[in-house]
């Protein structure tokens, strides 16, 4: 069984301070990596896809890195803002029909201006 | 463009009354469809997922129920609301065959 842990649950940073956010996952046969991000009250939208063959992506100031051996993947932010503040989740997909992804409790991120 | 819609966005209802959220996606065809649960403190909880209309998988045993009418519509049903039910309710689509899944605005809803 899947299981999805990130660390910290809780993180603070001044603006423009680069920072990571961290995902670890027990099964390392995942399909893919997504992360999200979550604004209070509303819905996930959608980040960054990794998929197994691949080892990063990138968007904009986001990078997301994916090491299947050691179970753990990394969502780095360059140059924080304070509208980066939101709470960062990783989902993991690790294949059968149910397309179900696992997913950590997630990391708020505050960034102080 | 795709996009998705749930509604109702906040419900209030009493224990025992019955329930239905809708979702809809636009701009595609053929989605698999998914309806989650975020409870405080705990993560997104998949309820139900469908491939095609008429086609829904329970995850979780529980006092819920979905249906798919249409090829872009998704329910989630209730006959009988518990305290337990109170939660975040997200809809999310993907496309065939492909993993990235994308989420609805959700559906606050508080048993009272």
């Known amino acids: 069984k899947q299981e999805v842990t990130q660390i910290p649950a809780a993180l603070s940073v001044p603006e423009g301070e680069n920072l990571v956010l961290n995902c670890s996952f027990t099964?390392?046969?995942?399909?893919?990596l997504q992360w999200f991000r979550q604004d209070p009250g509303k819905g996930l939208t959608s980040l960054l896809l990794?998929?197994?063959?691949?080892r990063e992506q990138t968007s904009g100031r986001l990078n997301a890195s994916l090491d299947k051996s050691s179970g753990r993947s990394t969502l780095y932010i360059a140059a924080s803002q304070p509208g980066d503040s939101a709470t960062y989740l990783c989902?993991?997909?690790?294949?059968?029909?149910?397309?179900?992804?696992?997913f950590g409790k997630g990391t708020l991120l505050t960034v102080n201006p | 463009s795709q996009t998705i819609h749930q509604w109702p966005a906040t419900l209030v209802q009493p224990v025992g009354s019955p329930l239905s959220l809708e979702c809809t996606v636009e701009?595609?065809?053929?989605?698999?469809l998914y309806w989650y649960r975020q409870a405080a403190g705990r993560g997104l909880q998949l309820l139900f997922y469908?491939?095609?209309?008429?086609?829904i998988s329970s995850e979780v045993p529980q006092n819920l129920s979905a249906s798919r009418p249409q090829d872009r519509q998704f329910i989630l049903s209730s006959k009988k609301l518990l305290l337990s039910d109170s939660g975040f309710y997200l809809c999310?689509?993907?496309?065939?065959?492909?993993?990235?899944?994308?989420f609805g605005p959700g559906t606050r809803l508080t048993v009272t």
């Open positions: 999310a689509w993907s496309g065939t065959g492909v993993y990235e899944q994308y």
């Open positions: 099964d390392s046969a995942i399909y893919n």
């Open positions: 990794i998929q197994s063959s691949q």
């Open positions: 989902a993991a997909y690790s294949g059968g029909s149910n397309y179900k992804l696992t």
């Open positions: 701009g595609t065809s053929n989605p698999n």
């Open positions: 469908s491939v095609g209309i008429g086609q």
